[in-house]
């Protein structure tokens, strides 16, 4: 069974700096995976999909890599923002057709 | 357009009651699901239609019901709901093809049962 966990579970910044997420996952034979942004009492926000095939997507100042082997992904954030915060959390689509596993979320606290 | 959207934002209900959330996309997604969020969690999965049929039900409580009257529509209905049943109940879609997957959430109905 796929078990998908993320560290830090919390993490507070200061305004400017890059930081990592990172994102684990027990079974390496993964279809994507999909990296979420989430305000307080609010739907999820789709930021990146990768492609199993893919090693990385960018978009804008986010950066998602993947290596499947190892069972990890990283959202990398450059130059964070006060408005970057939120719950970042990933989900793993183990095959095509089977739904997405969510990980519990690293909470984000960029402060200006 | 990637929006889904999901109403009513906000409902309250007592435990006798019978409410139903609805939920809509426009994106041609073949695939609608729901979900059910408390604080401070993940989103568990309760439903998912797959070309208007349902494909998984995760064994969620006979309270909660589904309904999937086209492509583009999706409600749940519910009856007879426990207090522990309040939370944010969050409407997906995504088009179920081998080259994207990709899911997009509405912004949710905040349920409060008393």
């Known amino acids: 069974k796929q078990e998908v966990t993320q560290i830090p579970a919390a993490l507070s910044v200061p305004e400017g700096e890059n930081l990592v997420l990172n994102c684990s996952f027990t079974?390496?034979?993964?279809?994507?995976l999909q990296w979420f942004r989430q305000d307080p009492g609010k739907g999820l926000t789709s930021l990146l999909l990768i492609q199993s095939s893919q090693r990385e997507q960018t978009s804008g100042r986010l950066n998602a890599s993947l290596d499947k082997s190892s069972g990890r992904s990283t959202l990398y954030i450059a130059a964070s923002q006060p408005g970057d915060s939120a719950t970042y959390l990933c989900?793993?689509?183990?095959?095509?057709?089977?739904?997405?596993?969510f990980g519990p979320g690293t909470r984000l606290s960029v402060l200006p | 357009d990637t929006e889904v959207t999901q109403t009513p934002k906000h409902l309250v209900m007592g435990m006798t009651n019978k409410k139903s959330l609805k939920c809509e996309q426009h994106m041609g997604h073949r695939a609608m699901y729901w979900y059910k969020q408390k604080a401070k969690k993940p989103p568990e999965l309760m439903f998912v239609?797959?070309?208007?049929?349902?494909?998984i039900n995760e064994s969620v409580p006979s309270r909660f019901s589904p309904e999937c009257p086209n492509s583009s529509l999706l409600n749940l209905h519910l009856h007879a709901l426990q207090p522990e049943d309040s939370a944010l109940y969050l409407c997906?879609?995504?088009?179920?093809?081998?080259?994207?997957?990709?899911?997009?959430f509405g912004p949710g109905t905040r349920l409060t049962v008393l």
């Open positions: 239609y797959s070309y208007e049929k349902l494909s």
């Open positions: 989900a793993v689509a183990p095959t095509y057709g089977q739904n997405f596993v």
């Open positions: 997906a879609s995504s088009s179920r093809d081998r080259e994207n997957n990709e899911q997009f």
């Open positions: 079974d390496s034979a993964i279809y994507n």
